[in-house]
């Protein structure tokens, strides 16, 4: 069974604290993706990666940065989290292009910067 | 730009109801179109989806037809049940001529009661 595990489903944060979301999928997909998702707004793209050590920004990258050093992992992390920056993160990953494959979803994580 | 219109919610329907949720898009090139479903507490699945003009995506009794003349993608469903109570995604790739990232609609919450 396919899976994209997300390590921590909820967290609660200080602002100004170094935050680090962790994704791992087993299902040896070559891209990866962060999306943060908020009441209203649907989901944003903040970070996709295509290949190991490969990153390019999204459509909200700004007080986000990513790291993929190995193929099944892609972490989000929060240089100095924001109260802003409370949401829902959803990782996701697929092999290959959008029209022949699936993308798959992990159950998210909820941040709370208080 | 690219992006995503779809029908605000929330949805409320009575159990066996037809349902409809709009969905339009604007795109560059050709995009392939999805639908997504999150249940309560957990990520996004993929529900159907259609990678040319005039093809039908169909799951679980939702249908939806890619026209690409109105640049449509609606969700259509003949009978709801209480277990179809979810928020619904509406998606497409292909944003700025790649086919790697999805641009996704704000979402439409849909409750079926019994």
């Known amino acids: 069974d396919v899976k994209v595990t997300q390590s921590s489903r909820y967290l609660v944060k200080r602002t100004g604290e170094k935050v680090f979301l962790e994704c791992v999928q087993d299902m040896d997909h070559e891209n990866m993706f962060w999306y943060r998702q908020d009441p209203g707004l649907g989901l944003r793209l903040i970070y996709f990666s295509y290949d190991v050590k490969m990153k390019e920004k999204g459509d909200i990258p700004e007080g986000y940065s990513v790291s993929r050093e190995k193929k099944e992992r892609f972490s989000l992390i929060l240089e100095s989290a924001s109260t802003n920056q409370t949401s829902m993160y959803l990782c996701?990953?697929?092999?290959?292009?959008?029209?022949?494959?699936?993308?798959?979803f992990g159950e998210g994580s909820w941040l709370t910067v208080v | 730009g690219n992006s995503v219109t779809q029908m605000e919610g929330p949805v409320t329907l009575s159990e066996e109801a037809f349902l409809t949720i709009n969905c339009t898009y604007t795109a560059t090139g050709y995009p392939s179109l999805f639908w997504y479903v999150q249940y309560p507490g957990e990520g996004l699945q993929l529900l159907l989806k259609?990678?040319?003009?005039?093809d039908k995506g169909s799951n679980k009794g939702f249908e939806a037809t890619y026209r690409k003349e109105t640049t449509s993608f609606h969700l259509e469903k003949g009978s709801v049940q209480v277990s179809d109570s979810a928020v619904y995604f509406c998606?497409?790739?292909?944003?700025?001529?790649?086919?790697?990232?999805?641009?996704f609609g704000k979402g439409t919450l849909l409750t079926v009661n019994p």
């Open positions: 996701a990953s697929i092999s290959g292009d959008f029209s022949g494959n699936t993308i798959y």
């Open positions: 259609a990678t040319k003009a005039d």
């Open positions: 998606a497409h790739s292909n944003s700025g001529g790649s086919n790697y990232k999805l641009t």
